[in-house]
């Protein structure tokens, strides 16, 4: 066995506080008037910015970016606000997507906060409730880390965003939130105080400004973290994307990398996709289905990787990979009725406003991809990713029956999982039905709502269960 304990220790892995996905892929999708209950947003369409309302404006904290606890300023407010413009501009500088941002000014005062440095958590309260009114996008320097400490956040958190408002009639984002904690760039060191080189810094307030745009966490090359063993692989990096829910390796940029993986510009060219995306990326789409193939599975992650070219020292098959979950466009609860009305508390009969009920999603997926051939194989999201670190529509994530595999044209329940054909993807193809039927003993997930076979079998004999009873 080669498998290795994993410590992780805070100095080299930090967690982003991200807000729980509604929904790799789009964070957020719409879903269907369902009774008297209204539709949020569109049907099986990703939550986004308004493309014809670009550019994105946000108001800036007057403040520095970061100071010491003793209040000396380490980053000023305008060598912030310039690295702020550099994050915000590493999206806006994808060639095959459309975005845009501005700097619109100052925080606009609200309630007890009446301008200047934002530090206090009355004020954030305060300016969060004109966040949600929609009135603006406050981008908040957290100077030395106070703030977050007063919201109750454990101080591992380098930042967070938090979406605000919705045009829930078109599935828009309105307005949202970023607040950046300056303690890890004060240039003080201690198991209190942590810092980060300034790239490992603006990636992951970078990554939180994915979230801002509508990205969920991507999984990919996830064995270099369960195998981590100080510093990353490069070309394991290089496919890792920006939008791995957690951040444990070296800085892309101090790899000598791009700072978004080929995932991320992927991602993010399909949700906003200007007239170039069309001639420089496929798609493939498809289906996974349990052993019967028939019952398709929610929740697995499936991964399209480019073929390996022999002929260079780089590992092209760990560098250029795009993700997705299975059934990510469909609600991860779709709700039920026999227990969920007990109160209004818990009351869960139509399960979450967010995500489809088309019943043709259920484990459908489809991922853009530049061109290329393309192997593409399915694995289970990792079982710690729950919550703020959630990847796809289940949370907590199911793990698939059975072992990854990659697909085959001959795909059963019985083929060897190793066993693999490639796809070759040229500009503006579709190429749908890359299905995976997963190998599995069972057909699908709950035996109980099988055609019936298993249920003669005796699980407990009488006198088995009068014992269960009286233990
Ligand atoms: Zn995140």
Not at 43 to 64: E, H, S, T, V
Not at 121 to 145: E, H, L, R, T, W
Not at 265 to 292: H, K, M
Not at 385 to 409: H, K, M, R, T, Y
């Amino acid at each position: 066995m080669r498998r290795r304990l994993v410590f992780f220790a805070l100095f080299t892995i930090v967690v982003f506080a991200c807000q729980a996905a509604l929904a790799g892929g789009p964070k957020v999708v719409g879903g269907p008037a369902i009774g008297t209950r209204a539709a949020f947003g569109l049907d099986g369409q990703p939550f986004l910015w308004n493309p014809a309302k670009m550019p994105i404006a946000y108001r800036l904290d007057p403040g520095p970016m970061a100071a010491t606890s003793t209040g000396t300023v380490v980053i000023d407010h305008a060598a912030g606000a310039q690295r702020v413009q550099n994050m915000f501009g590493v999206w806006q500088q994808v060639s095959t997507a459309q975005i845009s941002f501005s700097n619109a000014g100052p925080i606009l005062p609200a309630g007890s906060y009446t301008g200047g440095d934002l530090t206090t958590a009355m004020q954030f309260n305060d300016v969060m409730g004109s966040c949600k009114s929609g009135a603006q996008s406050p981008v908040i320097f957290d100077a030395d880390g106070k703030l977050i400490a007063s919201l109750g956040l454990p101080p591992e958190v380098i930042g967070f965003n938090s979406s605000c408002a919705f045009d829930s009639v078109h599935g828009y984002y309105v307005s949202s939130a970023i607040v950046m904690n300056g303690s890890f760039q004060d240039g003080v060191s201690s198991s209190r105080s942590l810092e980060l080189s300034a790239s490992a810094f603006d990636e992951a307030i970078t990554h939180e400004i994915g979230h801002l745009l509508g990205l969920d966490h991507s999984q990919i090359n996830l064995d270099e973290l369960l195998y981590f063993s100080g510093s990353c692989d490069v070309d394991q990096l290089a496919g890792l994307p920006l939008m791995f829910p957690i951040s444990f390796c070296q800085a892309r940029k101090d790899a000598g990398l791009p700072i978004l993986s080929p995932d991320d510009v992927s991602w993010i060219s399909r949700l906003y996709p200007n007239t170039t995306t069309v001639s420089e990326f496929g798609t493939i789409s498809g289906t996974i289905f349990f052993a019967d193939g028939i019952t398709p599975v929610q929740g697995a992650n499936v991964i399209a990787r480019l073929v390996d070219d022999p002929s260079t020292s780089e590992d092209e098959s760990r560098r250029v990979a795009v993700s997705v979950v299975s059934g990510y466009l469909f609600t991860g609860n779709p709700g039920q009725s026999l227990t969920a009305s007990l109160g209004t508390t818990e009351n869960n009969t139509n399960g979450s406003q967010a995500g489809s009920r088309t019943s043709s999603l259920i484990g459908y997926y489809e991922i853009a991809v530049p061109p290329g051939t393309y192997t593409v194989e399915v694995e289970s999201i990792f079982d710690a990713f729950v919550a703020g670190s959630s990847v796809g529509p289940l949370d907590p994530p199911v793990a698939i029956p059975g072992v990854p595999e990659f697909w085959n044209q001959d795909e059963s329940a019985f083929d060897y999982p190793l066993q693999r054909d490639s796809i070759t993807v040229h500009p503006g193809d579709h190429i749908p039905n890359i299905d995976i039927i997963l190998n599995s003993p069972y057909h699908r997930f709950d035996q109980y709502e099988d055609s019936g076979q298993l249920r003669d079998v005796p699980i407990l004999s009488p006198l088995q269960s009068m014992q269960e009873m009286h233990v």
